[in-house]
Protein backbone atom coordinates (compact mmCIF):
# COMPACT_ATOMS: atom_id res chain seq x y z
CA UNK A 1 0.00 0.00 0.00
CA UNK A 2 1.43 3.66 -0.69
CA UNK A 3 -0.47 6.86 0.16
CA UNK A 4 0.15 9.82 -2.17
CA UNK A 5 -0.32 13.59 -1.47
CA UNK A 6 -0.08 16.11 -4.38
CA UNK A 7 0.76 19.96 -3.44
CA UNK A 8 1.44 22.61 -5.54
CA UNK A 9 -1.50 23.72 -7.83
CA UNK A 10 -2.91 27.29 -8.03
CA UNK A 11 -3.58 29.92 -10.25
CA UNK A 12 -1.23 31.09 -12.60
CA UNK A 13 -1.29 33.18 -15.89
CA UNK A 14 -0.86 31.69 -19.41
CA UNK A 15 2.82 31.44 -19.98
CA UNK A 16 3.48 30.55 -16.53
CA UNK A 17 4.83 28.02 -14.38
CA UNK A 18 3.50 25.93 -11.68
CA UNK A 19 5.64 22.73 -9.69
CA UNK A 20 3.32 20.40 -8.69
CA UNK A 21 4.66 18.12 -5.96
CA UNK A 22 3.40 14.40 -4.94
CA UNK A 23 4.15 12.69 -1.41
CA UNK A 24 4.15 9.03 -1.09
CA UNK A 25 3.90 7.41 2.10
CA UNK A 26 4.27 3.82 3.13
CA UNK A 27 6.53 0.76 1.74
CA UNK A 28 9.15 0.50 -1.05
CA UNK A 29 8.04 3.51 -2.41
CA UNK A 30 11.03 3.39 -5.06
CA UNK A 31 9.60 0.34 -6.57
CA UNK A 32 6.85 2.04 -7.91
CA UNK A 33 5.74 3.97 -11.29
CA UNK A 34 4.40 7.18 -10.39
CA UNK A 35 1.99 9.18 -13.17
CA UNK A 36 0.60 12.44 -13.08
CA UNK A 37 -3.06 12.48 -14.66
CA UNK A 38 -5.28 15.51 -15.07
CA UNK A 39 -8.90 16.07 -15.07
CA UNK A 40 -10.79 18.77 -16.44
CA UNK A 41 -14.30 19.69 -16.12
CA UNK A 42 -16.63 17.89 -17.88
CA UNK A 43 -14.17 15.55 -19.57
CA UNK A 44 -12.53 12.26 -18.48
CA UNK A 45 -9.04 11.78 -16.86
CA UNK A 46 -5.92 12.06 -18.89
CA UNK A 47 -2.48 10.83 -18.68
CA UNK A 48 -0.27 13.48 -18.76
CA UNK A 49 3.25 12.08 -18.17
CA UNK A 50 5.15 8.97 -16.27
CA UNK A 51 8.47 8.19 -15.03
CA UNK A 52 10.21 4.42 -14.15
CA UNK A 53 11.29 3.12 -10.63
CA UNK A 54 14.99 4.74 -10.94
CA UNK A 55 13.77 7.67 -13.27
CA UNK A 56 15.44 6.73 -16.21
CA UNK A 57 12.74 6.42 -18.56
CA UNK A 58 9.73 8.88 -18.79
CA UNK A 59 6.97 9.37 -20.88
CA UNK A 60 4.70 12.42 -21.95
CA UNK A 61 0.95 13.41 -23.74
CA UNK A 62 1.45 14.42 -26.85
CA UNK A 63 -0.22 17.96 -25.50
CA UNK A 64 2.44 18.54 -22.68
CA UNK A 65 5.67 17.18 -24.26
CA UNK A 66 8.17 19.95 -24.29
CA UNK A 67 6.23 22.29 -21.56
CA UNK A 68 6.65 19.61 -18.44
CA UNK A 69 9.13 17.54 -17.42
CA UNK A 70 8.28 14.74 -14.34
CA UNK A 71 11.25 14.02 -12.13
CA UNK A 72 11.52 12.17 -8.98
CA UNK A 73 13.67 11.95 -6.22
CA UNK A 74 13.44 8.22 -4.30
CA UNK A 75 15.03 9.90 -1.02
CA UNK A 76 12.01 11.82 -0.25
CA UNK A 77 9.42 9.73 -2.04
CA UNK A 78 8.60 12.09 -4.21
CA UNK A 79 7.31 12.56 -7.58
CA UNK A 80 7.57 16.67 -9.33
CA UNK A 81 5.63 17.65 -12.38
CA UNK A 82 7.73 21.21 -13.68
CA UNK A 83 4.74 23.17 -15.87
CA UNK A 84 6.18 25.42 -18.07
CA UNK A 85 4.95 27.86 -20.44
CA UNK A 86 1.40 26.90 -19.07
CA UNK A 87 -2.29 27.38 -21.20
CA UNK A 88 -5.62 27.53 -20.61
CA UNK A 89 -6.17 24.28 -21.93
CA UNK A 90 -3.76 23.10 -18.95
CA UNK A 91 -6.60 23.76 -16.14
CA UNK A 92 -7.58 20.70 -14.38
CA UNK A 93 -7.28 18.66 -11.18
CA UNK A 94 -4.00 17.29 -11.32
CA UNK A 95 -3.83 13.83 -9.40
CA UNK A 96 -0.56 11.13 -9.12
CA UNK A 97 -0.90 7.77 -9.23
CA UNK A 98 1.22 4.72 -8.41
CA UNK A 99 1.63 1.00 -9.43
CA UNK A 100 4.15 -1.61 -9.18
CA UNK A 101 3.54 -3.78 -12.52
CA UNK A 102 2.60 -1.35 -15.20
CA UNK A 103 3.67 1.58 -17.82
CA UNK A 104 0.74 2.16 -19.21
CA UNK A 105 -1.33 5.22 -19.51
CA UNK A 106 -4.84 3.86 -18.96
CA UNK A 107 -6.27 5.40 -15.67
CA UNK A 108 -7.55 2.03 -14.44
CA UNK A 109 -4.48 0.27 -14.86
CA UNK A 110 -3.08 2.39 -11.23
CA UNK A 111 -4.06 1.26 -7.70
CA UNK A 112 -3.00 3.82 -5.48
CA UNK A 113 -4.07 7.63 -6.46
CA UNK A 114 -3.73 10.97 -4.34
CA UNK A 115 -6.99 13.61 -3.79
CA UNK A 116 -5.94 16.01 -6.68
CA UNK A 117 -4.46 19.38 -6.44
CA UNK A 118 -6.46 21.96 -8.66
CA UNK A 119 -4.36 23.95 -10.94
CA UNK A 120 -5.75 26.85 -13.01
CA UNK A 121 -4.71 29.08 -15.63
CA UNK A 122 -5.97 31.99 -16.72
CA UNK A 123 -5.74 33.54 -20.56
Known amino acids: QVQLVESGGGLVQAGGSLRLACVASGRAYSTYVMVWFRQAPGKEREFVALISRNGAYTAYADSVRGRFLISRDNSKNTVYLQMDSLKAEDTAVYYC????????????????WGQGTQVTVSS
Open 97 to 112: AADSLTYSRAVGDYNF
